[in-house]
């Protein structure tokens, strides 16, 4: 069956180092997404890509950086992690087109120290 | 950007009763899309219900169903006969026809079930 993964579920790193989090999907989706997940905030964007080679900025992306070099991959890079970036992160990905869903990974439980 | 809006942060009810969940969302566009995701404790993302702005028909799954208002700009969800395991919070969506395939969400509701 297809799915989507996320790797570390959990992971707790200092301030000032580089994290990176993996997200793969066996969709063959075009569009994948990022998102963290804060008490009180929902689930907000971080990054998006419609497909390979192509990144966008989503509404909290200062910190964030993101590349998609194929279909199936779109890892997300703390370039120096910060104790607001505490969180839990999501990837999801989407068929192009209209109406479908996201489907979503576990997530990742990112904590810095 | 879209502005979705729940504004219960935290609803119970009783095992077998119903319960409706609020959400609004602030948008100028006429053709868009809404949704309603699961998110047990195990954090797992599922999504329970979606609806075409253009449906006049409410869309409806099993014991989950929703009442659109598209004037009002209100798409409630319905949970009949609760069980234990409808226990989660719930998020609501909005997805743009014209702006892409991007999600905005709500703050989420948690769903309290009381045996």
């Known amino acids: 069956d297809a799915e989507i993964t996320q790797s570390p579920r959990h992971k707790i790193t200092e301030t000032g180092r580089q994290v990176t989090l993996a997200c793969h999907q066996t969709?063959?989706?075009?569009?994948m997404f990022w998102y963290r997940q804060d008490l009180g905030h929902g689930l907000r964007l971080i990054h998006y890509s419609y497909g390979v080679q192509d990144t966008n900025k989503g509404e909290v992306s200062d910190g964030y950086s993101v590349s998609r070099s194929n279909t199936e991959d779109l890892p997300l890079t703390l370039e120096s992690a910060a104790s607001s970036q505490t969180s839990v992160y999501f990837c999801a990905s989407s068929e192009s087109g209209t109406p479908y869903e996201q489907y979503f990974g576990p997530g990742t439980r990112l904590t810095v120290t | 950007a879209q502005t979705v809006t729940q504004s219960q942060p935290e609803m119970s009810v009783q095992e077998a009763e119903t319960v409706t969940l609020s959400c609004t969302y602030d948008t100028s566009e006429s053709d868009y899309y809404l949704f309603w995701y699961k998110q047990p404790p195990s954090r797992q993302m599922i999504l329970v219900i979606r609806q075409e702005a253009y449906k006049q028909q409410n869309a409806t799954e099993n014991r989950f169903s929703v009442n659109f208002q598209k004037a009002a700009k209100s798409f409630s969800l319905k949970i009949s006969d609760s069980q234990l395991g409808d226990a989660a919070m719930y998020f609501c969506a909005y997805r743009s026809e014209n702006t892409g395939n991007q999600f905005y969400f709500g703050t989420g509701t948690s769903l309290t079930v009381i045996p």
């Open positions: 969709w063959n989706h075009n569009n």
